[in-house]
């Protein structure tokens, strides 16, 4: 089982990057780490995926650790439109996506 | 359709009420997911159904919640007696395949029905 744990919070600038932390210290060695956000009254939005090597899509970049206990999303030039809490997420049970509480991230003009 | 659907948007009931909550998944996704999230809080699992059936129902909290899906598209959450604690947004996903661990597989959510017990 992949449970994450996050901060709670977060301020960032905008036009700077935001980079969110995630610990994921029980994944397994197959597991991918997910990112979705959602922004207030809205679903999640999926993100990015990763499994060991770094990923960039358009919307952001992950960076996974070696050990893949750990991983940071990326959001390179944050905007208004940016502000959401985002999940890191693993599987538990194999098929189930565990969403924690996530990190509540507050772009600021 | 090119996003999961969810309806109603809204709903106030009032406690001991029977609701459904449909969702209409994309088109060609076999796997299909309830969650239920309340204020502050990430989603929670509720159940999955693989085409048909229901693969796990293990989140499901109790027998007055039930899910079907009878022919592997639209999916129904149905909820009997509602109480105030039932009271949240219950968000439905679908994805080509089922989750799993080795494999990646992304989830399209739904905006969500938001359902409000009084």
């Known amino acids: 089982d992949a449970k994450t744990t996050q901060p709670t919070s977060m301020d960032c600038a905008e036009g700077r990057a935001a980079n969110l932390p995630c610990n994921h210290s029980?994944?397994?060695?197959?597991?991918?780490v997910y990112w979705y956000r959602q922004i207030h009254s809205q679903g999640p939005q999926y993100i990015i995926h990763?499994?060991?090597n770094n990923e960039t899509n358009e919307m952001a970049s992950l960076i996974i650790t070696e050990d893949r206990k750990s991983s940071t999303l990326i959001l390179p030039h944050a905007t208004l439109r940016d502000t959401a809490v985002y999940y890191c997420?693993?599987?538990?049970?194999?098929?189930?996506?565990?969403f924690g509480t996530g990190t509540s991230l507050t772009v600021i003009p | 359709g090119a996003g999961v659907s969810q309806t109603p948007s809204n709903k106030v009931t009032e406690k001991g009420k029977y609701v459904e909550l449909r969702c209409d998944p994309i088109s060609g996704h076999t796997a299909l997911y309830w969650y239920r999230q309340s204020l502050g809080q990430g989603p929670e699992f509720l159940i999955y159904?693989?085409?048909?059936?229901?693969?796990?129902d293990s989140g499901l909290p109790n027998d007055r919640f039930f899910a079907v899906r009878p022919e592997g598209s639209v999916s129904t959450l149905k909820i009997q007696r509602t109480e105030r604690g039932d009271s949240a947004v219950y968000l439905c996903?679908?994805?080509?395949?089922?989750?799993?661990?080795?494999?990646?597989?992304?989830?399209?959510f739904g905006a969500g029905s938001r359902l409000t017990v009084l």
């Open positions: 996903a679908s994805s080509l395949a089922a989750l799993r661990a080795s494999g990646a597989n992304v989830l399209t």
């Open positions: 990763g499994l060991k």
């Open positions: 029980t994944i397994s060695g197959n597991e991918y």
């Open positions: 997420i693993g599987l538990i049970r194999g098929n189930q996506f565990y």
């Open positions: 159904f693989q085409g048909t059936g229901a693969a796990d």
